[in-house]
């Protein structure tokens, strides 16, 4: 009786033992997997956003933060931290990490701003955006990308992130004006919607050209009734697509 009763004791003690070991193993695993993100992401910064003269930073603290491996496809995660866009889906693409630090920093972001964001995606920028001003508001014409970008920020804690799903070109009336708007798609022109709504002395960046061919990214700033636009850097974004 006292060797079955042993053997009955043993057993189950051994397959704890064995459970806990599995479970060492996996979080061993999932860790390395966040310390090889995390080196992949200051690499990112260095090489890519650093040597390129982005210097603002809040901006480069907002790129070591966020984990853009979290915001691209699975089929794309070794992929997450190279410096091109990659596709998310519906026709989109998440922008290469230079293209979002560059704009961040050219809209000059403060801790207190308010900030309009076109173009959602898969919420990338706006998290960026996020680490620093005060308030982001964002706009995605297609509800499913725009659904998903929401659950995906609140699960990663954004609280200061607001999204909808709309029309981008016509901006967001009822939270005007904005310190500063940044427009991830290719416009053809400037949309007058955007220059009412920011505010004056605020900052728009936006790509404009044919939507289909290289565009220009062009800085904005609103003097009262006037606006001066500089060009910067020739970029390829998917277009700005309307409701129709």
């Keep these: 009786m006292q060797i079955i009763s042993s053997k009955l004791i043993i057993k189950p003690f051994c397959i704890t033992i064995g459970l806990w070991f599995i479970l060492i193993l996996i979080a061993g695993c999932s860790h390395a997997q966040e310390d090889i993100y995390t080196i992949r992401r200051e690499r990112m910064v260095i090489d890519q956003i650093e040597r390129r003269g982005v210097k603002d930073t809040a901006v480069l603290r907002a790129m070591r933060t966020v984990e853009r491996h979290l915001f691209v496809p699975d089929l794309y995660l070794n992929s997450a931290y190279e410096d091109h866009p990659l596709p998310i889906g519906s026709g989109q693409t998440i922008s290469q990490p230079y293209i979002v630090a560059y704009m961040t920093e050219v809209i000059k972001p403060q801790s207190g701003y308010k900030v309009l964001e076109v173009g959602t995606g898969s919420g990338y ?37 607001t999204v909808k799903c709309g029309d981008g070109y016509n901006g967001w009336d009822e939270f005007a004006p904005f310190d500063a708007i940044i427009v991830t798609a290719g416009a053809e022109d400037i949309p007058q919607p955007l220059i009412d709504q920011l505010k004056d002395g605020g900052l728009m ?34 277009p700005l697509t309307r409701d129709k």
Excluded at 135 to 153: D, F, G, P, Q, W
Excluded at 210 to 230: A, C, E, H, W
């Design 125 to 161: 920028q706006a998290a960026v955006l996020a680490e620093i001003v005060a308030h982001v508001y964002t706009i995605e014409i297609i509800c499913e990308l725009a659904n998903s970008a929401k659950e995906r920020l609140e699960t990663l804690g954004y609280k200061n992130i």
């Design 205 to 238: 960046v936006l790509p404009v050209g044919d939507p289909y061919m290289v565009q220009s990214l062009i800085l904005v700033k609103k003097k009262g009734n006037r606006t001066i636009t500089q060009d910067l850097i020739p970029v390829r974004f998917v």
